[in-house]
């Protein structure tokens, strides 16, 4: 070891410096070397929001609110489109007067029919694609529409989920009513499309 006033060698051991006598302290050469230990570092870890999934009832709700909205924007877009075709007439009572009455008022329902179909399609695939993962009525309740994995889905999946609802309807709205009883609260048509529906707690 060395003397820290005079940086004389001192045998090992030796309490004073043989050159200066000072009092030496007790650290060796390998301890006076070494580098201070770098103070430990603590890296915070990325805890998720809890997540659980959405039962048939929450689901319910939303459906009411999503009905709601599509019944009001529905009658939007397919009154004005009626009205010229006549639909007000008949909505004040005025009998068929011909064959072709039948066949025109056949043809503004079939008409009407598609353009409620389109809009529902859209409605549902475009939010539940979106950066809201759902509708109006699943964000009022605070539920996204996600993958297997918890990620965004794209429109294409968002619209098969949508089409895959029509087999829960054919089959006595049984596909819906899974959604009280399955593992991960999974309607059919969630299922089928690799689908989730959560909710934030």
């Excluded at 051991?13 to 030496?24: D, E, I, M, Q, R």
């Excluded at 004040?92 to 009455?101: I, K, N, V, W, Y």
């Excluded at 399609?121 to 950066?131: I, M, N, R, V």
């Excluded at 098969?160 to 609260?185: D, H, P, Q, V």
Aim: glycine share 12%; hydrophobic share 55%.
């Amino acid at each position: 070891m060395f003397c820290s006033k005079c940086g004389a060698n001192v045998a090992e051991g030796a309490a004073f410096c043989n050159a200066c006598g000072a009092p030496v302290a007790s650290v060796g050469i390998a301890q006076a070397a070494a580098p201070p230990a770098a103070p430990p570092v603590y890296v915070a870890s990325a805890v998720a929001p809890a997540t659980a999934y959405a039962g048939f009832w929450l689901r319910f709700v939303a459906f009411i609110i999503d009905a709601i909205v599509l019944g009001f924007a529905g009658a939007v877009l397919t009154l004005p489109f009626g009205a010229g075709f006549g639909l007000h007439g008949l909505l004040r009572g005025r009998a068929f007067g011909s064959p072709e009455d039948l066949v025109g008022a056949t043809g503004l329902l079939f008409k009407v029919i598609i353009i409620r179909a389109i809009l529902h399609w859209l409605y549902f695939a475009l939010l539940e694609s979106s950066e809201w993962r759902g509708t109006l009525g699943k964000k009022a309740l605070g539920l996204e529409v996600t993958d297997l994995n918890g990620n965004r889905i794209d429109f294409a999946r968002a619209s098969g989920r949508f089409f895959a609802k029509i087999l829960s309807t054919l089959i006595l709205f049984i596909g819906y009513m899974m959604a009280g009883f399955t593992e991960k609260k999974q309607a059919l048509h969630d299922i089928l499309a690799g689908c989730l529906v959560i909710r934030k707690v």
